[in-house]
């Protein structure tokens, strides 16, 4: 079922009546969570891309190029504070892609520490009992009770961080709806019947798994840099149709196929009813190529309240699993810091310095009018709101 309203807005509904997606006049896509979560994109003209989740909070990216190669920088955009992380550019089908540089490596000790078991199983304390988020979520995630090896904790950081953000996303929006906790209700997801999956152990060791090949990979990475541009970063693209190699995203390398979701995204059930997918889900991908609408299968490992339901196959397009990808590879760079400032603490070992080193390649500038672009964003999403739910007051359903 669908709303129009007198300017061409349109908004989806999903099976239980709520507003899913929102596609405005302007172009703008505005996907609304199971849990009241938002998020507002945009395509601009002049090619940036603006990501927003209300409340001064989001992500503006624009293109550049050094040396003749395409890169994308994204500033992040939270408290009225900013940093920018720097993204390369390539082309699959076609389309263009973009994967996270890191903009620190680590020396290869370090990374030899954090890829091998530890001598004993640390017990970790990580503060987080007396937090909001955390009580929740706690019908749905909790820390492992022992860490035996680095990439355990690193998969325990990732979630974490990815829940603490929606949580903090709800709250700011008003969204959240916290039940009375007791002995047998976990404070956790607002109304509705479905319960949510957990965040098993087997499937946090798929995760574990997963950063621990990535850390191979970031290790072999830093043993050869690449070599950083000699030209100054530029807005003007090279002579030719097409800039950038040909390469397959790392989102369909066949290594990896377990994705956590880090932003709210609109899916569809098999009967074309949508679905939301909230950060701290968990995808298995299915399918090894797009099909033709650049959509990628993948079997929903673990979801929660309300969301596309654990077990389901649904399609997400390739551009939001390679974001995906790039969230994870970020978050283990974060991650991975954390740890090495944890060494000797809390009863993790000691291991060797982090020695870390700025990434020629790796490196952007924030946007300084990231925010302005964020405010303008969401006050035309606020009007695109306000007219679909008169146009839904008015009648105005298919």
């Not at 304390?125 to 929740?136: A, H, L, Q, R, T």
């Not at 978050?331 to 870390?356: C, D, R, V, Y």
Request: hydrophobic fraction near 30%; include cysteine; charged fraction near 20%.
């Amino acid at each position: 079922m669908s709303v129009e309203t007198k300017s061409g807005t349109r908004a989806n509904l999903d099976r239980s009546g709520r507003v899913s997606t929102i596609h405005t006049n302007s172009g703008m896509t505005i996907n609304h969570g199971a849990h009241g979560e938002r998020r507002f994109e945009t395509h601009r003209q002049d090619g940036t891309r603006v990501v927003g989740y209300g409340h001064g909070r989001g992500f503006a990216e624009r293109g550049y190029y050094r040396g003749g190669q395409p890169y994308m920088r994204r500033t992040y955009y939270y408290g009225g504070r900013s940093y920018a992380y720097a993204y390369r550019g390539y082309y699959y089908g076609g389309h263009p892609y973009y994967g996270y540089v890191p903009p620190v490596y680590y020396g290869p000790a370090y990374y030899g520490w954090a890829y091998n078991p530890w001598p004993a199983p640390v017990a970790y304390g990580w503060g987080w009992g007396g937090s909001p988020w955390y009580g929740y979520y706690g019908g749905y995630f909790a820390p492992a009770p022992v860490y035996p090896y680095p990439a355990l904790w690193l998969t325990d950081y990732l979630l974490a961080a990815n829940l603490q953000a929606a949580y903090e996303a709800q709250a700011a929006a008003g969204a959240l709806n916290v039940p009375p906790a007791s002995d047998n209700q976990p404070a956790y997801g607002g109304g509705g019947d479905e319960a949510p999956t957990t965040l098993t152990p087997e499937l946090k060791e798929k995760i574990a798994q997963e950063i621990k090949m990535q850390i191979a990979a970031e290790k072999e990475a830093a043993a050869h840099p690449a070599p950083a541009a000699p030209a100054a970063p530029s807005s003007t693209a090279p002579s030719g149709e097409q800039t950038g190699p040909d390469e397959t995203p790392a989102a369909l390398d066949p290594n990896h196929r377990i994705f956590v979701v880090s932003q709210v995204l609109s899916s569809s059930n098999s009967d074309g009813t949508e679905c939301s997918l909230s950060p701290g889900d968990i995808l298995s991908r299915v399918d090894d190529t797009p099909d033709g609408d650049n959509n990628v299968k993948v079997l929903v490992a673990s979801s929660q309240k309300n969301d596309c339901a654990a077990g389901s196959q649904v399609p997400v397009s390739l551009t939001d699993l390679q974001d995906m990808h790039n969230d994870f590879r970020a978050k283990i760079t974060e991650g991975l810091g954390k740890l090495a400032e944890n060494q000797g603490k809390n009863g993790i070992p000691k291991g060797p310095p982090a020695a870390s080193k700025p990434n020629a390649a790796g490196q952007a500038q924030p946007d300084l009018t990231v925010g302005n672009d964020l405010k303008a964003q969401e006050g035309e999403a606020g009007q695109a709101e306000k007219d679909v739910q008169d146009a839904a007051s008015d009648g105005g359903s298919d």
